[in-house]
């Protein structure tokens, strides 16, 4: 774990914001050089606190105007392995993520779908027939607020 200072923190907030802004237009707005930016944001690579930057894709403008978020149960009978159930619902396009919790379910699934007669396929032709799988349920999403993450209460 590497010591993060006060610029080190700036950065993180602003890169999440926006990481396609270059060192140099970060160095203008923190007080320090290219080169300088350039190193500490390096560091923070090195240290897996920055591991990557991304692309946030409209999903609606792509034509998927359904975001429906699963709750996942896998059966106790003849359990598949976490593994392979990770393995195969990753391998469903119009799954986004999948991650793997505690509590009533045991996954929680965000899968998008061109609309609600779309998802349902998606559902009874793929999810509800992938071996292991036990209860089910869905949350249509209404709306989204983004946020930048853990370093919001971090003092600028």
Do not use: C
């Not at 602003?14 to 923190?30: M, W």
Request: charged share 30%; net charge positive.
């Amino acid at each position: 774990m590497i010591e993060l200072d006060d610029i080190d923190h700036a950065l993180l907030r602003a890169l999440s914001r926006d990481a396609t802004q270059s060192a140099g237009a970060l160095g203008k707005l923190h007080g320090l050089s290219q080169p300088a930016t350039w190193r500490r944001i390096r560091r923070l690579q090195d240290a897996g606190i920055l591991k990557g930057r991304r692309a946030i894709l409209d999903a609606e403008k792509l034509g998927f105007g359904v975001t429906v978020f699963l709750g996942i149960k896998l059966a106790t009978k003849g359990r598949v392995s976490l593994e392979d159930f990770e393995r195969a619902i990753s391998a469903i396009p119009e799954v986004q993520t999948v991650e793997h919790v505690l509590g009533l379910y045991d996954y929680r699934v965000r899968v998008v779908a061109r609309d609600l007669a779309d998802f349902e396929r998606v559902l009874r032709r793929r999810i509800m027939t992938m071996p292991g799988i036990g209860d089910v349920e869905a949350n249509v999403l209404l709306s989204e607020e983004r946020r930048p993450g853990p370093l919001r209460g971090v003092a600028s």
